[in-house]
């Protein structure tokens, strides 16, 4: 039982945070608050890939007098390029964010629809 | 795995992916035209060769990025469904980049234009990756990339609904790719190695493993996403609809099909060695949802008066085809969906094509804009009807290789109601393609109408040579038939 609910502290944590960071993508109607959440859900999966290289006792991956016993370094290495990546889309999702509340002037995404809404029916009215 | 090295494969993405800083560089529209003009079509070059040496030796292309043997470095393969892929984003990328500019100079502010080429080559450098990677996290990336500037290029458009559909494009697609990315931590949680050919002798090992039925499970619904199959595709009708024409027609011809590729990749050859289909509940989940977008779709197209809008759900429908091959999950079913990917992409392409053309003559959005368009404009409208009636199916069109294809392999599986869904789901074709001919042959012109600007030869010509290709290998379809059959083939003995 203390294997499965205190060994496995990070795994918990990583489905907790996601868990999270969906729901507020869902939930929430402001856009930047949805970037935010977007965010947690990929910091979540950034803890389970790093979570899974590191092993108990292990060192950091060098060779060297005395150290056996170290950690995977794909698994952080792949992370690191995860992270550049979230950071690209965290940029370009606040970038469009920028660009909505100019056009718009409202990040609240209901009133964003309402917006659309009537645009699309005087579109689809207009002869 | 010993077979040469072959340096095209890695040129394939590394032109594109270097002419994009330099397009960026140059700050001059006509200049990043050129250049990029250039390389799509140096880019469709390799692709041809590489696709003639495909079907002339029957092995797989490989390239190993560092001089690194797999699977400890990455390395790059080729086989011919992936090389199927890479003939469809080469050649609609170069015939795009020829439309491209007229269509361009129109839709999209003159100092955002360079821009946009270096946006559009990082698009097709990284459609062009995921088709060749042999890696399961380089996917990733490549994925990312192509994502990430298709958000960009579908925010230009001069509709101000674009910069909302871009965003919610990008919550979809990165959720979609986060859930990809979970899909492979677990697999190489079971398996230590993220090479796609080493991931597929090692599964079958660990498959009975809750892990790997989870990771699967995200990697489905992740790539589904990416994909817009039917309930996920709420994404796809606001993107293709308000995106400026030309990204309309690249995306909508490439995209969606090398998401496909992606599904096909995970299926056949990372579980190619597990039967996916007998061991996971996927064959009902999957036709499920193909149904559901075949008819659905069909039916939300023929309300639509945005005429782009229409088209896009109509690709919906056309990724349900294509989705409902693969779960056939039989040589004749995937056969279907293999030469749907490049059919579609000809009707898709050219129709696309033809509602930019009829936007840059006359600003057509909505199907009442084009009330006697037939004699207005009669060589673009004609073009409409040709790709419309490849959409439904018509003898002689590429459509119709298509669906015999994959009526015949329902029915070859014993699945008669499967076979007659399909036929079923034409007919919904017919009726919202025919809308759209009734008020461009039948309604006649409003009485103040314009005079249609006149459409440059650069915009017509790819046109009317993704048309003519469409009735092309409709009636000739013997050469795409055997690479998609041999692809199939390849893919149902694993990698």
């Not at chain 2, 960009?152 to 559909?165: H, Y």
């Amino acid at each position: 039982m203390f294997e499965i609910h205190a060994g496995l502290f990070n795994y918990w944590a990583a489905i907790a945070l996601m868990m999270v960071g969906f729901y507020i993508v869902i939930a929430q109607g402001n856009l930047i608050k949805k970037i935010v959440g977007l965010n947690i859900f990929q910091v979540a999966v950034f803890v389970f890939y790093i979570s899974m290289g590191k092993i108990d006792g292990g060192t950091a991956p060098i060779l060297g007098e005395g150290i056996k016993v170290y950690s995977n370094p794909l698994p952080h290495v792949l992370i690191l390029t995860a992270i550049v990546v979230g950071v690209a889309t965290t940029a370009l999702a606040l970038a469009l964010v920028v660009r909505i509340n100019r056009s718009y002037g409202t990040i609240e995404e209901r009133e964003i629809i309402e917006i659309n809404h009537a645009a699309d029916h005087d579109e689809d009215t207009r002869l | 795995m010993t077979a040469e090295p072959n340096i095209f494969l890695i040129l394939l993405v590394i032109i594109p992916l270097m002419a994009a800083p330099i397009c960026v560089l140059t700050r001059n529209a006509n200049v990043a035209w050129s250049i990029s003009m250039a390389v799509a079509w140096a880019v469709l070059g390799i692709a041809i060769k590489l696709v003639m040496e495909l079907s002339a030796h029957d092995k797989v292309l490989y390239y190993r990025i560092g001089g690194w043997d797999a699977p400890w470095g990455i390395e790059y393969a080729l086989d011919k469904v992936g090389g199927l892929v890479i003939l469809v984003v080469a050649s609609i990328g170069a015939l795009t980049l020829t439309y491209a500019k007229r269509s361009v100079e129109k839709e999209i502010t003159s100092e955002r234009i360079y821009l946009f080429y270096a946006m559009l080559m990082l698009c097709i450098s990284g459609l062009l990756g995921i088709a060749i990677t042999g890696d399961a996290f380089n996917l990733f990336v490549f994925m990312e990339i192509s994502s990430l500037s298709s958000y960009v290029l579908i925010s230009l458009g001069k509709d101000k609904r674009a910069l909302t559909s871009a965003f919610n494009y990008l919550i979809m697609g990165t959720i979609g790719a986060t859930f990809y990315i979970i899909g492979v931590g677990m697999m190489y949680m079971m398996t230590g190695t993220l090479n796609i050919a080493d991931l597929s002798s090692i599964l079958p090992a660990v498959a009975d493993t809750r892990t790997i039925l989870v990771a699967l499970a995200f990697l489905t619904v992740g790539i589904s996403l990416k994909l817009a199959l039917f309930p996920l595709h709420m994404w796809l009708p606001g993107a293709y609809a308000f995106a400026p024409s030309v990204v309309t027609i690249f995306l909508a011809a490439t995209a969606t099909k090398v998401s496909l590729y992606v599904l096909i990749r995970i299926f056949f050859t990372m579980f190619g060695r597990i039967d996916v289909f007998e061991t996971f509940p996927l064959q009902p989940v999957l036709f499920g949802m193909a149904l559901a977008a075949m008819f659905i779709a069909s039916l939300a197209a023929i309300w639509q008066q945005n005429i782009k809008r229409m088209l896009a759900y109509s690709s919906i429908a056309q990724v349900g085809y294509m989705v409902l091959g693969i779960a056939i999950a039989t040589e004749a079913g995937l056969t279907g969906g293999i030469i749907h990917i490049f059919n579609h992409a000809l009707i898709k392409g050219s129709m696309f094509m033809a509602v930019g053309a009829m936007a840059f003559g006359l600003g057509v959005t909505t199907i009442n804009d084009m009330a006697g368009i037939g004699r207005r404009m009669p060589l673009v409208m004609a073009a409409f009807v040709v790709g419309g009636l490849g959409l439904i199916g018509i003898p002689l069109t590429v459509g119709f290789v298509s669906k015999w294809a994959l009526v015949s392999a329902a029915l070859d599986a014993e699945m008669w109601p499967l076979a007659a869904l399909i036929l079923l789901s034409s007919l919904l074709a017919v009726i919202y393609v025919w809308r759209v001919v009734e008020v461009a042959y039948m309604r006649p012109s409003p009485e103040n109408a314009k005079q249609p600007v006149q459409v440059p030869f650069s915009m017509l010509a790819p046109m009317w040579v993704l048309a003519l290709a469409s009735v092309w290998f409709g009636a000739n379809a013997t050469f795409t038939m055997d690479l998609a059959h041999s692809a199939a083939g390849h893919l149902m003995e694993g990698f």
